[in-house]
């Protein structure tokens, strides 16, 4: 109840308007709405107002919901969505624009509908005497009203998505509630542009390339979703509905039609619709609803940038556009009953309705087809053959089936079929039933065995295509530059990228290059988004314009980019590209140059010293190639048994491994005892200017469990040491911890937003199982430089993606059993943590 009052505070007008439609229905009507006489009453339309004179039911239609499903629904949308255009309205410009689009909605298609009537046409004669009861009118006016006061992604969302909507209603459902729904969002969106205090930014936030392929998508969406309105709501007035219907896989009563022929009435069309009864079923409902789900699925592709999708998408609308014309009779050869006579036709406008749901589909497949430059991505080689050779051999599979069973199960059909009979049918067994409505019934099933084999030949058929589609659009586009490894070497060794930068030579990103070739970004892609691994390398000056070329990059290709574990000197650079940033760590940096271990902070880093003396440890600088197979091996052994030991796989992307050591620029430093046994090993990565090392990060980190306390210490310390000595090494990184930065920074207190408050609960939460805030603390007991690491990414909404992407990528290989394991970790006391102390870190 606290939660309710508090929300009812932040959006007051949403909250007792849902209220109010709520106990309106309680006693009008909950689950068919209000009775006849109500919605007489307070019910709105052309009789209404015109011939009536109810001039009230301009505002009072917005108050009463027509049934169960739509008050439930209109609830939702009073607190969702008008509760949000609230909050960034005000109560009091929402009661207003509330108010006014319910209104002016109402009154502007009252008015059009008006001029209809008067001047014959259909559509207006037809819904003249119709009564509207509608919610959604107002809200849809006040989200778009609000869209003007959202930032520049939720302002496009927003009207995309609310005018797509309507739209779909209107041009398939067709009722005048549907209409006054569109004058509603238009006069909303005008009272916003007025109440915005600033002048409106109408420039696109994005390429226009993603804006294209959204909108693309969103079209075929509607070709898709379209006819299943037309199948399931009450009216189907819209001008593409004779479209949907075709989709519908409603067929006639057998009660009726039998009525009408024990009357008399025996027709060809009785006898017609008697059989045609026949075909009811899953089979059928399938194979008319799954050629939709096909372009649902290439819209989906569409909005990712796959090639692939824009050539299904053309297919299967060029279908629809020639089944269209074939049923209605406006091809010169037509299986219609009638032919078309466009001069003979009394009502002009069902001439304009059909020709335009036929061209409708056709439309999009030419626009697609004159568009496919904005889907650059291509499948991986041999997908789309691959699909087009299945989809061709599942086919005719498929007929091979119907017609060899069918021989077989011939005596089941009535009347008893021949095979010329069953290869006539095999086509009518892949299209929806709605096209087959004008089509003589030759023979159907008479048992269960042949029902199955008439019904469900078509939905295997479709089921397999839409399984292709969708492997299809999944195979992932090969790398931009398979290359580019010698391309990137050299860009490190002349400079740029930060302390991080050579992490981008790890097996698993990909490069990308800027247009000129001076400046590299290494990145992955998990789960469609782009992650990248450092920063841009490449003269510093190129820096802003490389990162917003490679967003555009990724905006094309479909991804979220997402730059990681950036110095805060880009911050600048994001906040002028309108990005979101968020901490993700602070590097720990040292300098060799002003190294001194005295004082009483350094205590215990000299203790360390002095135990390795002591114990006749020595520190060892070498590469892995140099090693001695002997050394190497007890490397390999010392990893093995820190994974043993955690009993989950050691975490990927920006953390390195044991493979990374085999690159002949990484240095290791060893701790070896007077025995010649490896105690412990750290790997360190160069950085170059121009060629020459200027500085070293440590990434690999291991010992034995049953080696001196203090080891790591004396490792890093004996690096500072030898890096001191050389005058061209300007810092010593020990890296960064994830998910852990010093108390002050990037607190996740009341003050600071979701996105920290949920590293913070990360960071708590993961630390008994990899110990990142240990490590952060072990790390400080070098004194260190911190330097805070950043993210930064599009779009806010994108966090939830971005955050599973990262997961994935630290452990990409996961399994089941690890999964349980890491959960048990999850549950345990801080117990673990404690068992490896902060001066012997193991990770």
């Known amino acids: 109840m606290r939660a309710l009052w508090r929300l009812a505070e932040k959006q007051p007008f949403a909250i007792g308007y849902a209220l109010l439609l709520l106990v309106l229905a309680t006693f009008t009507g909950l689950l068919r709405g209000p009775h006849r006489d109500l919605r007489l009453q307070f019910g709105t339309g052309y009789e209404s107002v015109v011939d009536l004179g109810h001039w009230w039911s301009l505002i009072s239609y917005v108050f009463f919901a027509n049934g169960l499903i739509a008050l439930v629904v209109s609830i939702l949308a009073a607190v969702i969505v008008l509760g949000y255009a609230e909050r960034l309205l005000g109560t009091g410009r929402t009661i207003i624009v509330f108010t006014v689009t319910a209104v002016l909605g109402a009154l502007f298609g009252i008015l059009m509908q008006g001029f209809g009537v008067a001047s014959g046409e259909l559509w207006s004669q037809h819904v003249s005497e119709l009564w509207a009861l509608d919610p959604f009118a107002p809200i849809a006016g006040c989200i778009m009203a609000a869209s003007c006061f959202a930032g520049p992604l939720w302002r496009r969302r927003i009207r995309v998505l609310t005018l797509a909507g309507i739209l779909v209603l209107l041009l398939y459902s067709g009722q005048p509630s549907d209409l006054y729904r569109v004058f509603a969002a238009l006069a909303g969106l005008g009272m916003g542009l007025a109440f915005r205090p600033e002048p409106a930014d109408f420039t696109w936030r994005r390429s226009s390339h993603h804006e294209t392929r959204t909108l693309l998508a969103a079209v075929v969406g509607v070709v898709a979703v379209g006819p299943l309105v037309t199948s399931f709501s009450g009216g189907r007035y819209g001008i593409l509905a004779p479209l949907g219907l075709l989709f519908s896989p409603d067929v006639p009563s057998a009660g009726d039609a039998i009525d009408r022929c024990l009357l008399g009435n025996i027709t060809r ?65 037509s299986g219609a009953p009638f032919v078309w006579r466009p001069h003979a036709s009394h009502y002009w406008e069902i001439a304009v309705v059909l020709v335009v749901s036929v061209l409708a589909p056709a439309t999009v ?26 989809t061709v051999a599942s086919g005719l599979g498929l007929a091979a089936l119907y017609l060899g069973v069918g021989w077989l199960l011939r005596t089941s059909f009535r009347p008893s079929v021949t095979f010329l009979d069953l290869l006539a049918d095999v086509p009518e067994r892949f299209i929806p039933v709605g096209f087959l409505r004008i089509e003589r019934v030759s023979f159907l099933p008479g048992d269960w065995a042949s029902s199955a084999l008439y019904h469900w030949i078509g939905p295997l058929f479709w089921i397999v295509v839409i399984v292709g589609v969708i492997l299809c659009l999944r195979s992932a586009p090969g790398r931009v530059d398979q290359h580019g490894a010698e391309r990137l070497r050299a860009l490190l060794l002349a400079g740029g990228g930060g302390s991080l930068a ?36 490449g003269p510093a000056a190129d820096g802003p314009a490389a990162v917003a070329e490679f967003a555009t990059f990724c905006d094309d290709h479909g991804w979220i980019p997402v730059f990681y574990s950036l110095h805060d000197h880009w911050q600048a650079t994001f906040d002028a590209m309108g990005w979101a940033t968020m901490g993700v760590g602070e590097e720990t940096v040292l300098r060799p140059r002003t190294w001194d271990t005295t004082g009483k902070k350094w205590q ?36 093995e048994q820190w994974v043993q030991e955690k009993e989950l796989p050691e975490l990927g992307f920006t953390l390195g491994g044991l493979d990374e050591l085999h690159d002949p620029a990484v240095r290791l430093m060893l701790a070896v005892d007077a025995e010649g046994q490896v105690q412990a090993v750290t790997s360190w990565m160069p950085s170059y200017r121009d060629g020459v090392v200027i500085g070293w990060t440590l990434d690999f980190m291991r010992r034995r469990p049953e080696s001196m306390n203090g080891v790591m210490e004396f490792l890093i310390a004996q690096t500072a040491r030898r890096m001191s000595e050389q005058p061209e090494i300007e810092f010593l ?49 070098f004194q260190p430089e911190l330097q805070p690491l950043i993210m930064a990414y599009p779009d806010a909404v994108a966090l939830p993606a971005i955050g599973l992407a990262l997961a994935r990528a630290y452990l990409p290989s996961l399994s089941v059993r690890e999964a349980l394991l890491f959960a048990r970790g999850l549950g345990e006391s801080s117990s673990g943590a404690a068992s490896a102390p902060a001066s012997a870190p193991t990770s």
Request: proline residues 6%.
């Open 502 to 537: 050579f992490m981008a030579t790890w097996e698993g990103n990909s490069n990308w290059f800027t247009r000129s070739g001076t400046t590299a970004i290494a990145y992955r892609v998990v789960n469609g988004v782009a992650i990248t691994t450092s920063e841009p390398i």
């Open 733 to 781: 990184s020990l890296s960064a911890a994830p998910l852990a930065t010093s108390p002050g920074a990037g607190a996740a207190g009341e003050s600071a937003d979701l996105p920290a408050r949920m590293l913070d609960f990360l960071g708590r939460v993961l630390e008994p199982v990899y110990g990142f805030r240990s490590l952060f603390a072990f790390k400080r007991k």
């Open 269 to 333: 069309q009785c006898v017609h619709e008697l059989t045609l009864e026949r075909l009811g079923g899953g089979g059928p409902i399938l194979v008319s609803l799954l050629p939709l789900l096909v372009l649902l699925v290439a819209a989906f592709g569409l909005a990712r940038g796959r090639r692939f999708a824009a050539w299904v998408a053309i297919v299967v609308n060029l279908a629809l556009a020639a089944l269209g014309a074939w049923y209605y009779g406006l091809l010169p050869s």
């Open 365 to 390: 497949a030419l626009v697609l087809l004159v568009n496919l430059r904005r889907f650059p991505v291509r499948s991986r080689p041999g997908g789309p053959r691959t699909f087009i050779i299945a």
């Open 604 to 639: 215990d880093i000299r203790s360390s010293i002095n135990r390795a003396d002591r114990a006749g440890v020595r520190a060892e600088w070498t590469s892995y190639r140099a090693l001695p197979v002997l050394l190497s091996l007890q490397i390999a052994e010392i990893s």
